[in-house]
């Protein structure tokens, strides 16, 4: 096995922090990151948060020589965010958008508007001197940001989120040789949904599987030392903390090794300011023909898996019962508003018809509570449709993962 | 080839028209529908329009002897209406929704409240005679409702609805060796979306392949003999129209044959009531291992595929710019809105300054425009955000069409 032909593969992964008008110093970090690209000539570039379409044409222009293919995935209303730039030809393209991504009336997390996706690019690679050649899978993405680690609003939606990404990988990548996965997962090591996803398929984490390793502590990509994080976030974790990676595995009758992982140090190389609030993801792999076929690789092997699914299950009926209690509090308003816009119009129908003596309230004042108890009735009519949804998705989550229980409880 | 062994397959598909309420009949239809499928003991039943979870948990109880594995797909406000009754085991499931469908603001149509979505079950299925064992994708589907054929405002939407189909088709098959697609798919046979379809997949029409059919002529679907449809709809189609389907295709060293293809005939065997506003389609296949390895069956050798593409290209551009002049007329009102509450701000507290000799509008009239500026500004607002939505999905499809038609023709 020794003498089979080898490919490298150098990816690049990275949170570009690309907002117009708030994020700092985008322009100048983009060109950064573009002229950092060229330079370095990877084979297969992940980036996320390219929120503006402006910010992809421009590094497609400046990438156009050494990444001649690239895609960028457009959803939500501002946008999936995520683009991918390849040396290999990009065969065919999906997204996959999360049923569940947070909450459209929590502007200031926005995470919702963003219809946070994953872009799966289906591409050919081939080693130049030798005859590898073999379907890759490389998705890029990013999951629902963590506001408050104590007290995770959104664990349940990035739960489903995680679940979902698993489920898509692998009813998506047998035709796949090997599958890359690099993204800003917004999930500790230790969390359970990065148990999850990486139970329920397999991938290998290649800050665990580096042979050699470069840079921050722990492979954190948040670190205090970058100018651009914020400072009182990272107070409970002096390090940092690891939440961007490249996972991988190999399907069929391939073997993936990471020889190296680098990861940026707060700031780019060479320079004085960073690429973005996180740190780059750099990994260089080694991809290698076996001799037979390595058999199931799907990771359900795994006895531990039994209890993540539970785990996760357990945290996504918690947030199933949350949403069942916000829809029943914002059907009930809708009903009460509605009662009181009935109540006024019995009231002003009875001064019409000159049943009571004279009008009991100000005009003004009666106007002005019923256009309050008409928005009441629309916003509550929204929020109860909104959380309606989310009932569905989280149930429907809940049962797949009772499906997979009962399976892997079958299986010996 | 000849003496290898064969496995039958027996299939049901029918848009059931179960809706709580509105649909008539409907309980004494499901009760039909359940007795029916536990006499016939078909191998696997596909069903969409269950809107009521209490109507699939009956025919669950009912159909537990004969039909143990079953699913439901939860999705949207309403539901997604899918579900799915098997004889074989149900190994995986995943439920995919379309990123387009419709408008919420069409409340009288109502697709978008459903969360029209495609189904996957992932199920082995054995013979019992023979040795035939093969993982089966079977999917269960209903794409966006026409609502008037000759000023179809939803086309660009059931466009991406089955371009996202396809997409998903082909990447979630690679695994399967045989594919089952049943379901509404609200076109007719000639129609783009399902060339495209059928083109870019490779799937093949049980109607057209069948060796042996008996049902409605032309194997229609909606037809005037059903005492539901609305016979105005049917006007200028005497016969009917064929809009639901079952649709199959081989992938590996099997070859799929339909052996028997059904149809009712605007009432349910041997009662006067019919089970649906849709006829049901009943298949039979034959499924059989082959010698060799079918080889590439992905239907890209079509050489009509470019044009299919083509032509669906185009319908998505003519909606894609139908939806930015919608987003821009929205922004528009949005904008004027906010004028006028800005004008209105202005003057009250020009007023309050006394700067005014006095407030130049009674105070009522004043209040009252100021709730509807708001109402409106809320309004356009949403609406604004929903058709920039639509843009990215519609702009992205054309995209992912464009890269398509570039590879077919760069194929020799």
């Known amino acids: 096995m020794e003498g089979e032909p080898t490919l490298?593969?150098?990816?690049?992964?990275?949170?570009?922090?690309?907002?117009?008008?708030l994020s700092k110093r985008r322009q100048q970090r983009v060109r950064l990151i573009g002229d950092t690209l060229r330079q370095e000539a990877f084979d297969l570039?992940?980036?996320?948060?390219?929120?503006?379409?402006?910010?992809?044409?421009?590094?497609?222009?400046?990438?156009?020589?050494?990444?001649?293919?690239?895609?960028y995935f457009r959803s939500g209303v501002i946008g999936s965010g995520l683009c991918v730039f390849s040396r290999f030809p990009i065969l065919d393209m999906l997204l996959y958008q999360y049923s569940l991504n947070?909450?459209?009336?929590?502007?200031?997390?926005?995470?919702?508007?963003?219809?946070?996706?994953?872009?799966?690019?289906?591409?050919?690679?081939?080693?130049?001197?030798?005859?590898?050649?073999?379907?890759?899978?490389?998705?890029?993405l990013q999951l629902h940001a963590e506001y408050c680690r104590d007290k995770d609003a959104y664990l349940p939606h990035r739960l489903v989120q995680a679940w979902e990404l698993a489920q898509f990988i692998r009813h998506t990548s047998k035709a796949a040789d090997v599958v890359l996965l690099g993204g800003d997962l917004n999930m500790h090591p230790e969390d359970v949904g990065i148990r999850l996803l990486r139970g329920w398929t397999g991938l290998q984490d290649a800050f665990a599987e580096a042979m050699h390793f470069e840079g921050c502590k722990n492979g954190c990509t948040l670190v205090p030392d970058n100018c651009f994080t914020d400072k009182s976030e990272l107070l409970p974790f002096p390090l940092g903390i690891r939440i961007?990676?490249?996972?991988?595995?190999?399907?069929s009758s391939f073997t993936v090794k990471c020889e190296e992982l680098k990861t940026t140090t707060g700031r780019a190389?060479?320079?004085?300011i960073p690429f973005s609030d996180h740190e780059a993801v750099m990994a260089t792999?080694?991809?290698?023909?076996?001799?037979?076929?390595?058999?199931?690789?799907?990771?359900?092997?795994?006895?531990?898996?039994?209890?993540?699914?539970?785990?996760?299950?357990?945290?996504?009926?918690?947030?199933?019962?949350?949403?069942?209690?916000?829809?029943?509090?914002?059907?009930?308003?809708?009903?009460?508003a509605l009662l009181l816009l009935l109540l006024q119009a019995a009231a002003a129908l009875a001064t019409l018809a000159g049943l009571g003596a004279e009008q009991p309230f100000p005009k003004l004042s009666f106007c002005l509570l019923a256009f309050l108890a008409l928005g009441v009735l629309v916003l509550a009519t929204g929020l109860h449709l909104f959380h309606t949804m989310e009932v569905k998705m989280?149930?429907?989550?809940e049962d797949q993962m009772w499906m997979v229980l009962r399976a892997l409880q079958e299986r010996p």
Chains 1, 2 share one sequence.
């Open 394 to 397: 989280l149930h429907g989550t």
């Open 45 to 71: 570039v992940l980036l996320q948060e390219v929120w503006s379409e402006q910010d992809y044409s421009e590094l497609k222009v400046k990438l156009a020589g050494c990444y001649p293919f690239s895609h």
């Open 285 to 336: 792999l080694h991809i290698q023909r076996q001799g037979q076929p390595a058999g199931a690789t799907l990771g359900t092997a795994d006895p531990a898996l039994a209890d993540v699914v539970t785990e996760a299950r357990a945290e996504v009926g918690a947030g199933l019962r949350a949403a069942r209690r916000q829809r029943y509090s914002s059907g009930r308003m809708a009903v009460l």
């Open 102 to 140: 947070g909450y459209p009336y929590m502007l200031q997390h926005g995470d919702w508007f963003c219809g946070k996706s994953v872009g799966l690019g289906l591409g050919g690679f081939a080693g130049s001197r030798a005859g590898v050649r073999a379907p890759l899978l490389s998705l890029s």
């Open 269 to 272: 190389p060479g320079v004085d």
């Open 244 to 251: 961007d990676y490249i996972l991988y595995k190999a399907i």
């Open 8 to 21: 490298r593969l150098r990816i690049f992964n990275l949170n570009c922090w690309a907002i117009r008008y």
